[in-house]
């Protein structure tokens, strides 16, 4: 590789840097289908798990809260290990803890141990997604907003796709099932590896080029962190609400309508398929508009839908549901794009930040919520949940970068 960099010339190198990777994004894209399908698993078959083991809404929750706080811990820490030192087939590696939960989930006999195998899915949701994220940013080509699009999309099509293979094959067969899902996690590292090679190179190629360093915006420290700060609880508001539809919905509508498991996981997939859809959105409006005003509508603009949601009939929950959905999904791509802007070379950091942030609020909340469901009522739960979107008025505290000049 280091040859034929040397052969290339510079200018081809810069050419190479300069374009957009689009075989790799897609690439990417499609293990973060594959590692998100394989982390839906978990919450998809809850209601199996409460039956099978008597477990309570509290003890839902810390199943996800267990998830994801062992991958929001972790998460910023690798990314900022990776920032100096990087571990391009640290990817594949990350791959392995994931399989090893798969196949202690399948065989947990309890609690317990449903626990201790979330945790070691979390540990690998840890590595893969600061890694996979910086991937994306190196293939990008500078359309940094649809290259995170394009990552998003993958991983919200997995989250979609995850409950529906639930459903065909766990739920009407029992948790012994969950090593079929194994064979995903093995494809995973053969094309993660593979992943690792094209970072190597990549790396290698930045090196020789002299690839110059991003400009930092012209705020100053207290305004860039300040801006973190916001960021941070818009995510906080995305993920509390993302958090009751993803671990209570099912519940919810069973509850509510009577509905079967089955029927209650087809409505979580619209749901889901919807953040897939509106995921691919967010990225290149902001990398067009400014990513202030994305963020903007996509946390506040779905404040209306939220609120008529616990209202609605079942059919009109469906509508409300792929609404909420494509809004609210086009958030993270330009909020993520946004902070690593604000904070220009440490890009794995950021990412893990973000990412473990996400997570942590999203298995805070399931654990909270699941904790007041106890204590009240599901529905009453969706009636709180739906008020948060309205937290997003804050983002018109946030500078518009596209507007300041940068500082070299």
Aim: hydrophobic share 55%.
């Amino acid at each position: 590789m280091k040859e034929q960099v040397l052969q290339s010339g510079g200018s081809s190198t810069r050419e190479i840097l300069n374009k957009t990777a689009f075989p790799v994004l897609f690439t990417i894209s499609f293990t973060h289908l594959l590692n998100d399908l394989m982390q839906a698993i978990v919450p998809a078959v809850y209601p199996m798990f409460k039956s099978n083991f008597n477990l309570t809404f509290a003890q839902i929750g810390l199943i996800t809260f267990a998830s994801q706080l062992t991958a929001s811990i972790l998460q910023p820490f690798i990314g900022y290990y990776t920032d100096r030192t990087p571990r391009p087939f640290s990817l594949a590696a990350g791959m392995l803890f994931t399989l090893s939960g798969l196949i202690v989930l399948a065989l947990a006999p309890g609690f317990g141990t449903i626990l201790a195998a979330v945790c070691l899915m979390g540990v690998g949701s840890a590595i893969f997604h600061p890694e996979s994220s910086r991937v994306a940013y190196l293939a990008s080509g500078g359309k940094r907003g649809l290259a995170q699009s394009i990552f998003q999309l993958g991983g919200n099509a997995g989250s979609a796709v995850g409950p529906l293979l639930a459903a065909v094959i766990i739920v009407p067969y029992g948790q012994f099932n969950i090593l079929w899902i194994t064979l995903v996690s093995v494809l995973a590292i053969i094309i993660l590896f593979r992943i690792g090679k094209w970072y190597k190179g990549h790396l290698v190629l930045r090196a020789a080029g002299n690839h110059p360093a991003d400009v930092k915006p012209n705020l100053s420290k207290v305004k860039i962190w300040s801006s973190v700060a916001i960021l941070l609880v818009l995510i906080f508001s995305k993920y509390f609400y993302m958090a009751s539809m993803t671990s209570y919905f099912t519940f919810y509508l069973i509850e509510k309508f009577g509905v079967s498991v089955q029927q209650s996981q087809l409505y979580l997939f619209i749901f889901l398929g919807s953040v897939a859809a509106g995921t691919l959105i967010g990225g290149p409006l902001g990398d067009t508009f400014g990513r202030k005003y994305v963020i903007w509508f996509s946390i506040l603009g779905a404040a209306p839908f939220t609120l008529m949601l616990p209202f609605a009939s079942l059919f009109w929950i469906g509508v409300l549901a792929a609404i909420i959905g494509v809004i609210i999904a086009s958030a993270f791509s330009a909020i993520l794009v946004y902070a690593q802007e604000l904070l220009p070379g440490n890009v794995g950091m950021v990412s893990g930040l973000f990412f473990g942030f996400a997570f942590g609020m999203g298995g805070l909340g399931s654990a909270l919520l699941g904790k007041l469901a106890d204590a009240t009522s599901i529905e009453h739960v969706f009636y709180i949940c739906s008020f948060l979107p309205l937290i997003g008025v804050i983002t018109g505290f946030l500078p518009s970068l596209n507007k300041l000049k940068p500082k070299v």
